[in-house]
């Protein structure tokens, strides 16, 4: 059972995701969440507060999803990196994707605000999963590798996202940035 702050904070979420960052009020949560008016604002007492919630809600919510990920075998090769890659974006278009719009917005609203930004920096636990693999697969550079396969993983997330019925097997639009990193 979740408890009200989860409630509020999966609300923020749906709401973010089905109606952008201007849609993000206390108000507009409490009834996203079916609760009483002040719910939001008694556990989140200003918006900064809520956003920052928001942050930290998202960065466990990827954190439970890289252990699964790191709980996999590291991949033997290229293919299978690009396979796990692809598999985690195909999530974010599917049944994560409330999650990832929710991210997108979230992003546009740190880059103008500092404490914001280092939140979300913080929030992103798929980079030491990915360093390891990278490694693993004979990275000279893992760290700055898997922080460039990340960035072109969630440009390549944005793309799709905004071509919802584009197709194309995301493996193959991975597997030659791997090709390239590991040269």
Request: glycine share 12%; aromatic share 2%.
């Given at each position: 059972m979740s408890t009200r702050r989860e409630q509020i904070l999966d609300a923020a979420v749906e709401l973010l995701a089905a109606r952008g960052l201007r849609a993000l009020t206390h108000r507009g949560v409490d009834e996203t969440a079916g609760l009483p008016a002040g719910s939001a604002s008694n556990?989140?007492?200003?918006?900064?507060?809520?956003?920052r919630g928001v942050f930290a809600h998202l960065a466990d919510r990827d954190e439970r999803a890289v252990l699964a990920l790191a709980g996999r075998r590291t991949p033997a090769d290229v293919r299978e990196l690009a396979e796990a890659v692809a598999s985690l974006l195909r999530h974010r278009?599917?049944?994560?994707?409330?999650?990832?719009?929710?991210?997108?917005?979230l992003t546009a609203e740190a880059a103008t605000d500092p404490e914001l930004c280092a939140d979300l920096r913080r929030c992103h636990p798929l980079?030491?999963?990915?360093?390891?693999w990278l490694r693993a697969l004979g990275s000279a550079e893992p760290d700055r590798?898997?922080?460039?396969?990340?960035?072109?993983?969630?440009?390549?997330?944005?793309?799709?996202?905004?071509?919802?019925?584009?197709?194309?097997?995301?493996?193959?639009?991975?597997?030659?940035?791997?090709?390239?990193?590991?040269?």
């Open positions: 556990h989140f007492r200003t918006r900064k507060a809520l956003l278009l599917g049944a994560g994707r409330p999650v990832a719009l929710a991210r997108r917005a980079r030491p999963v990915t360093a390891g590798h898997a922080e460039l396969l990340l960035a072109f993983a969630d440009g390549l997330l944005e793309q799709r996202l905004l071509e919802a019925g584009r197709d194309g097997d995301l493996a193959d639009d991975v597997e030659p940035l791997l090709r390239g990193l590991l040269g």
